[in-house]
């Protein structure tokens, strides 16, 4: 409950100190920080984890990972909240509560299919975000790889949205025609 989860982070939280310290600046408004932890990495080689992080054999082709902030306190959390859509160096990012204890509304998003495995979230946020408020994009990945699995959810914070997204059905994004459905 005192663990905060942001997804669609660039790689560069992990790999550049100034990002990093960057990513903790915006957080530590909210509340004093205990630990950082990154995952979702998605590697080049596949070495065990730790080898690969340590070498630095990150996928070229893969520019997000998320994190999760553990804080001292439950309020810091909540209060962070608010974060989530808000951009960090030029993405939007998508945060939660690690619990994550809220009801789905499936009524707000759209299943998006024909996606590249080398998708990423931030194009298709912002081809969506066309049609409304888009709350969140996540897109469906190999647990081994971190790699798309072709597909992915786009949820809106209102129901009237998703009747605008269904008519980019067929839309072109990376030379691929999605395929957007309820």
Wanted: proline residues 2%; aromatic residues 10%.
């Amino acid at each position: 409950k005192r663990t905060l989860f942001i997804g669609n982070l660039t790689v560069q939280s992990i790999t550049e100190r100034k990002v990093h310290s960057e990513l903790r600046e915006m957080c530590k408004k909210y509340g004093k920080i205990k630990a950082v932890r990154f995952r979702s990495i998605a590697f080049a080689e596949l070495l065990p984890r730790k080898i690969a992080f340590i070498r630095g054999k990150f996928h070229s082709e893969r520019e997000s990972c998320n994190a999760y902030v553990e804080f001292e306190e439950e309020e810091s959390v909540k209060g962070a909240l608010e974060l989530n859509g808000t951009e960090f160096h030029e993405r939007h990012i998508r945060v939660d509560t690690a619990v994550n204890d809220k009801t789905y509304d499936s009524k707000r998003s759209v299943f998006v299919g024909n996606l590249d495995f080398a998708a990423e979230e931030e194009p298709l946020w912002k081809h969506f975000s066309t049609c409304g408020a888009v709350e969140n994009v996540r897109i469906i990945r190999d647990p081994k790889t971190n790699l798309g699995k072709g597909f992915a959810y786009v949820q809106f914070t209102e129901r009237a949205p998703v009747s605008l997204a269904l008519k980019l059905h067929g839309a072109d994004i990376g030379g691929r025609k999605l395929r957007v459905q309820r």
